[in-house]
């Protein structure tokens, strides 16, 4: 059952990509909040989708702990493609920090443009935290969240990855709080599976980490050993 659910699933995946996509290509003269908007019916209707074909919803705690901050730099724990769309529905409105290629994916890239993610270039090293920086500053002040997947890639439940500087050198020099996220999505939507499975996802959401007085360093300790250790609790829950 789940395989068959989740064929269905894929289905209206596609064709609400390229439809919607090619809408928010035709209209890319307007301005960014009607665009913003466009894209995230888009978000919605899959993340309603999900829940329908598959079976599969999120609980999420800690909501109160971005209550009161307008926006943050978001550090999530990275397992599957779910929470690409998940957070956007939690932290709204919002700029990716992608691979610059991922920009030239038929309709999803060409749709991604038009709500001006952080494109970022992973070769090109020192100068890839400067455009992080650098464009970061300026979704940061312009009211918008910023959301990093710290490990850069997406690890298996109960492993961890390398957990990069970037994001933290960000907070530290822009002074916005960074915000710790765990989840175990990749239980129920595994990396590179076609299938998934019912069930509730794990959300917990930390409260913001204040740069001041910290060096970048000691950011990212903080959010990764908060994150990790949210993770260990939420694997070995019943």
């Not at 979704?139 to 990855?161: M, S």
């Amino acid at each position: 059952m789940p395989a068959i659910r989740s064929v269905f699933f894929w289905l209206g995946f596609f064709f609400s990509t390229i439809i919607i996509a090619t809408i928010a290509l035709l209209l890319f003269f307007l301005p960014f909040k009607y665009r913003y908007w466009l894209v995230s019916t888009w978000t919605y209707l899959n993340l309603w989708w999900l829940k329908l074909t598959c079976g599969l919803d999120a609980e999420i705690k800690g909501r109160e702990n971005i209550q009161t901050i307008p926006c943050g730099i978001v550090f999530s724990k990275h397992q599957s493609t779910w929470e690409t769309l998940a957070l956007k529905t939690i932290f709204s409105p919002e700029a990716w920090v992608i691979k610059k290629e991922l920009l030239s994916v038929p309709f999803f890239g060409w749709a991604a443009r038009l709500v001006e993610p952080i494109a970022l270039d992973r070769k090109a090293g020192r100068k890839a935290v400067d455009q992080l920086i650098e464009q970061g500053r300026k979704r940061l002040d312009a009211g918008r969240w910023v959301i990093i997947f710290p490990e850069g890639t997406r690890t298996q439940p109960g492993k961890k990855g390398h957990y990069k500087l970037g994001g933290a050198m960000l907070a530290s020099a822009t002074g916005y709080p960074v915000i710790p996220v765990a989840h175990n999505a990749g239980q129920y939507w595994p990396r590179h599976s076609f299938v998934k499975y019912p069930g509730t996802i794990q959300v917990r959401i930390g409260k913001p980490i204040p740069p001041e007085g910290k060096t970048a360093q000691e950011i990212l300790v903080l959010a990764e050993n908060w994150i990790e250790a949210q993770m260990q609790d939420i694997t070995h829950q019943p």
